[in-house]
């Protein structure tokens, strides 16, 4: 199992900032090689919600639907894979000290294949998931007024 965590201060407001990582459509643009986050269920947002994802991992496409499981508004939004490829995403949204921006702390826990290929994709996955948050952070600051 491997696990990535990553903390940011944004300074933007939370509520801004959890819209923009709630909206679906805007995960290809904020998540470093996602290339397809599309809904399979009507419900787009919250508990419930599944999506389609495929990841570009270097040479490797990572496929799997993550469903909701965890959801407050402005507080905490958590992606669980159900099919394909194992990953988890935690997203946490607090005040700032001072209350003018965001606090975001991002966990992505992923469980590879045993073997050989395990081995390999391990020395790729772990490395491409940590650059994708902070691709993320960055994103955040450019894209939300």
Not at 125 to 145: L, M, N, S, Y
């Amino acid at each position: 199992m491997g696990v990535v965590r990553h903390q940011a201060t944004i300074d933007k407001p939370r509520e801004r900032v959890f819209d923009y990582i709630d909206g679906y459509q805007n995960v290809p643009e904020y998540l470093l090689g996602v290339t397809r986050f599309e809904p399979t269920t009507e419900q787009t947002s919250g508990l419930g919600a599944k999506f389609a994802v495929s990841m570009d991992v270097g040479p490797k496409t990572l496929k799997s639907v993550v469903e909701c499981t965890g959801y407050v508004e402005n507080e905490l939004i958590e992606l669980k894979a159900v099919e394909g490829f194992d990953a988890n995403t935690t997203w946490r949204f607090a005040d700032a000290d001072g209350g003018s921006g965001t606090e975001l702390d991002v966990e992505i826990v992923y469980n590879l294949p045993g073997g050989m290929a395990g081995k390999l994709l391990g020395k790729v996955v772990g490395p491409f998931a940590a650059q994708a948050v902070r691709h993320t952070e960055a994103t955040i600051k450019k894209k939300i007024d």
